[in-house]
């Protein structure tokens, strides 16, 4: 068997000859920086085709040698990573994400970049409210999108929907009868509710179901309640928890507020303000929950925290987890680890929702 470095090396080498220019996502970061004219695109095809044809396989190997001295001490995790997850598909993703990761959008082009993506990208755009004026929140443009003529009937402020409602990012298929999503029913913690449109998405998924948003960040929080006011019948089964969730209850938090990119830390910074957290164990038990089903979490790096404090009610539900773990490579890694030790009931699956390095999540199936 070919172990996770031999792949990584192997997949590193044959992206010694690529250069992408279109290989990034505008709405996400803005206008593309490189700007390319006709000369210089000639003069790249023919740059590729000379490194295919005359560039060694020993210059190759050891160009991906070099840029894996960038992640070296997190390789002996990231195998165990590599040989934890269940499926084929999932380790191969592994290898691209990482190869992502090291080499940017210049040199690899992740899977999701394909002319579908672009494709429902340009419908999704059709379904904002035309006559409708843009909220903003912390520097990002909040449209309003009318999702009734994809069969949800569903309004709602966000800064696109394609993630949410399209890739389906909190929804993996494991075979053709099998997949880890919210179902009828099912009680369901939103660890990062932001704007609310996964709030809305797993409201709409349970049925008579309940969800218990966590956000505690002030401006998101005006753009959630909003949201809650255009789906009033959706807005019964959610109730909003204003708290952070950490490892333990009632730690001071320093609270950053940057839209969706917000954060709850430990350390003091310059900030906006800070919140007393809460764990899901306390939640959970304060609030007399008789079951939980399902955990999604993105929460800008206090995943880890969060499910340390989740401990027990983990053990006694088993719920489905849909955690994110793209922050930074210690979550790639520190996470997977973490509920492969604790949990040993996990299955453990990787899905990737974008065209960069963001909205990788880590979906736990109990056995």
Same mark, same amino acid.
């Given at each position: 068997?070919?172990?996770?470095?031999?792949?990584?090396?192997?997949?590193?080498?044959?992206?010694?000859?690529?250069?992408?220019?279109?290989?990034?996502?505008?709405?996400?970061?803005?206008?593309?920086?490189?700007?390319?004219? @006709?000369?210089?695109? /000639?003069?790249?095809? +023919?740059?590729?085709?000379? =490194?295919?044809?005359?560039? #060694?396989? !020993? %210059? $190759?190997?050891?160009?991906?040698?070099?840029?894996?001295?960038?992640?070296?001490?997190?390789?002996?995790?990231?195998?165990?990573?590599?040989?934890?997850?269940?499926?084929?598909?999932?380790?191969?993703?592994?290898?691209?994400?990482?190869?992502?990761?090291?080499?940017?959008?210049?040199?690899?082009?992740?899977?999701?970049?394909?002319?579908?993506?672009?494709?429902?990208?340009?419908?999704?755009?059709?379904?904002?409210?035309?006559?409708?004026?843009?909220?903003?929140?912390?520097?990002?443009?909040?449209?309003?999108?009318?999702?009734?003529?994809?069969?949800?009937?569903?309004?709602? @402020?966000?800064?696109? /929907?394609?993630?949410? +409602?399209?890739?389906?990012? =909190?929804?993996?298929?494991? #075979?053709? !009868? %099998? $997949?880890?999503?919210?179902?009828?029913?099912?009680?369901?913690?939103?660890?990062?509710?932001?704007?609310?449109?996964?709030?809305?998405?797993?409201?709409?998924?349970?049925?008579?179901?309940?969800?218990?948003?966590?956000?505690?960040?002030?401006?998101?929080?005006?753009?959630?309640?909003?949201?809650?006011?255009?789906?009033?019948?959706?807005?019964?089964?959610?109730?909003?928890?204003?708290?952070?969730?950490?490892?333990?209850?009632?730690?001071?938090?320093?609270?950053?507020?940057?839209?969706?990119?917000?954060?709850?830390?430990?350390?003091?910074?310059?900030?906006?303000?800070?919140?007393?957290?809460?764990? /899901?164990?306390?939640?959970?038990?304060?609030?007399?929950?008789?079951?939980?089903?399902?955990?999604?979490?993105?929460?800008?790096?206090?995943?880890?925290?969060?499910?340390?404090?989740?401990?027990?009610?983990?053990?006694?539900?088993?719920?489905?987890?849909?955690?994110?773990?793209?922050?930074?490579?210690?979550?790639?890694?520190?996470?997977?680890?973490?509920?492969?030790?604790?949990?040993?009931?996990?299955?453990?699956?990787?899905?990737?929702?974008?065209?960069?390095?963001?909205?990788?999540?880590?979906?736990?199936?109990?056995?």
């Amino acid at each position: 068997m070919i172990l996770f470095k031999e792949k990584l090396i192997e997949e590193i080498s044959k992206s010694y000859c690529n250069y992408y220019t279109n290989n990034y996502d505008e709405l996400r970061f803005g206008p593309n920086p490189e700007t390319v004219n @006709y000369i210089t695109k /000639i003069f790249n095809f +023919f740059k590729k085709i000379f =490194y295919t044809l005359f560039v #060694s396989s !020993n %210059k $190759k190997k050891k160009y991906a040698l070099n840029v894996l001295t960038n992640i070296s001490a997190y390789l002996n995790k990231l195998e165990q990573l590599y040989l934890s997850l269940d499926d084929v598909w999932s380790k191969e993703l592994l290898i691209q994400i990482i190869t992502f990761r090291l080499l940017g959008h210049k040199k690899y082009k992740l899977p999701l970049n394909n002319s579908s993506f672009w494709k429902t990208r340009k419908f999704c755009r059709t379904l904002i409210v035309k006559k409708s004026k843009p909220k903003k929140c912390q520097g990002w443009l909040l449209n309003l999108f009318n999702l009734k003529s994809i069969g949800l009937n569903i309004r709602l @402020y966000c800064i696109d /929907i394609q993630s949410i +409602f399209f890739t389906k990012q =909190y929804e993996y298929i494991i #075979s053709e !009868n %099998k $997949k880890i999503a919210a179902k009828k029913n099912d009680v369901v913690l939103d660890a990062g509710g932001c704007f609310g449109d996964t709030t809305l998405y797993f409201a709409n998924l349970v049925g008579k179901g309940k969800i218990y948003t966590f956000e505690p960040i002030s401006n998101n929080l005006k753009i959630l309640k909003f949201n809650m006011k255009l789906n009033p019948l959706l807005a019964k089964k959610i109730k909003i928890v204003k708290k952070p969730l950490w490892s333990i209850s009632d730690k001071k938090l320093t609270l950053i507020d940057r839209g969706p990119g917000s954060k709850s830390l430990v350390k003091t910074q310059n900030s906006n303000y800070s919140k007393l957290s809460i764990s /899901i164990d306390d939640f959970v038990k304060n609030n007399r929950i008789s079951k939980v089903d399902f955990i999604k979490m993105d929460i800008e790096g206090a995943e880890l925290p969060a499910l340390k404090g989740g401990k027990n009610t983990i053990k006694k539900f088993r719920p489905k987890l849909a955690i994110s773990i793209y922050h930074s490579l210690d979550d790639f890694v520190d996470i997977p680890l973490y509920i492969k030790k604790n949990f040993p009931f996990y299955k453990l699956y990787l899905k990737h929702n974008s065209i960069h390095n963001e909205e990788t999540i880590l979906f736990a199936q109990p056995i």
